[in-house]
């Protein structure tokens, strides 16, 4: 591949994902249709591409898949919001014919330097186009070992519960305040699941605050096996924890477009059975099984949990939020180790008579 030797190609629209925008253009290049930034990419040996994934076309991994063969060298960086999150990571970590279609992501917005640095980190030692710095707005070092890992970590405290290794609070209210305004535009579906550990207090009390840090760390676990890769699971205080399933229209099977929801439409039969079976797995799992509690520890975790479903029960983040803990508050009130939905008729949990999925009014 000849031509002129470049830095950086952003494709797509940049005003979506980096703060300074508009400083960028004297920067790099920029293409805001993907198949213009293809083009480029032909004719071009860019460094790094950063992709812009809001606004994307649908078959977004095929798009990559040809930038990547145009240009083996450019490290391809996803430019994603949180809701796009797990898509990105898909892209990222499964390939195309066993080729990963990008190198990595970034959770936009971020200033345009920290999408520089993140391309040095991933070119240096491997490359011999970058024989001077990407740019001057990129201090020398600023990508050695030590800085990376800071970066990394201060990232992760950003984002992850530092117990359970789940999302966290903070992260959990915007996913879900931006998968909603996907689903709005989309006819997507969206549920949310609010739910706590019964009786953790006595816990804590009879075991100690390690042995209730050790079940919280364990449910964290069983519930994150229990969903979907792409469901979001974070932890949002104390012993309560949060699920949000959506429908990722790049992992539906071939015809199953009849299967997306409309407004009216009754609660994601996934959540639903993502939620049962999560209760299963806890009655499965015995107290004395967790660490710290030995032969002591008996009886079965159980938890209490509120469904809450977009836009049938809410147009917003607080909404979905109040509806799901007033749910999850009556499912306490009728006797704990159960979940309520949001508006339907009463349902009980095939074969666990001892554990409700009912429904208030």
């Known amino acids: 591949m000849n031509g002129k030797t470049q830095k950086i190609l952003l494709i797509g629209d940049v005003g979506k994902a980096l703060l300074d925008a508009d400083k960028v253009a004297e920067l790099c290049e920029v293409r805001t249709d993907i198949s213009d930034g293809i083009a480029a990419a032909a004719k071009n040996n860019f460094a790094g591409v950063g992709v812009v994934m809001s606004g994307a076309p649908s078959k977004l991994r095929s798009a990559l898949k040809t930038l990547r063969e145009v240009n083996r060298n450019a490290k391809i960086i996803l430019l994603a919001r949180m809701s796009e999150e797990p898509t990105a990571i898909e892209l990222v970590v499964r390939g195309c014919n066993g080729t990963t279609v990008a190198d990595d992501y970034l959770v936009c ?15 240096r ?32 405290l950003a984002t992850e519960d530092d117990l359970t290794g789940l999302k966290n609070r903070r992260y959990i209210w915007e996913f879900f ?56 699971v974070g932890r949002i205080g104390g012993d309560e924890f949060a699920v949000v399933f959506w429908d990722d229209p790049a992992r539906q099977p071939p015809g199953t477009e009849t299967e997306r929801r409309s407004a009216m439409a009754d609660h994601p039969k996934e959540a639903i059975f993502i939620a049962k079976r999560f209760v299963g797995e806890l009655e499965k799992a015995e107290l004395s099984a967790f660490s710290g509690l030995g032969p002591a520890g008996k009886g079965v975790l159980t938890i209490s949990g509120g469904l809450a479903s977009f836009p049938r029960d809410g147009s917003t983040t607080q ?23 949001v508006g339907s008729p009463a349902e009980r949990l095939a074969g666990k008579p001892q554990s409700d999925i009912a429904h208030i009014k």
């Open 109 to 123: 917005p971020i200033d345009f330097s920290h999408l520089e640095s993140r391309i040095l980190y991933l070119v």
């Open 177 to 232: 305040r931006q998968i909603m305004e996907r689903a709005r535009e989309e006819s997507g579906r969206v549920t949310l699941l609010v739910f706590d550990i019964d009786d953790f207090k006595r816990y804590n009390d009879a075991y100690g605050h390690r042995a209730g840090d050790e079940i919280l760390k364990q449910a964290a676990i069983l519930m994150r096996r229990c969903c979907r890769q792409h469901d979001v």
């Open 319 to 341: 909404e979905l939020f109040q509806q799901a803990d007033q749910a999850l508050l009556e499912a306490k009130r009728s006797g704990k180790n159960r979940i309520y939905l």
């Open 125 to 156: 030692g491997e490359s011999a186009v970058l024989q001077q710095p990407i740019a001057r707005t990129t201090p020398a070092g600023a990508v050695d070992a030590a800085t990376r890992r800071k970066m990394e970590l201060l990232e992760k």
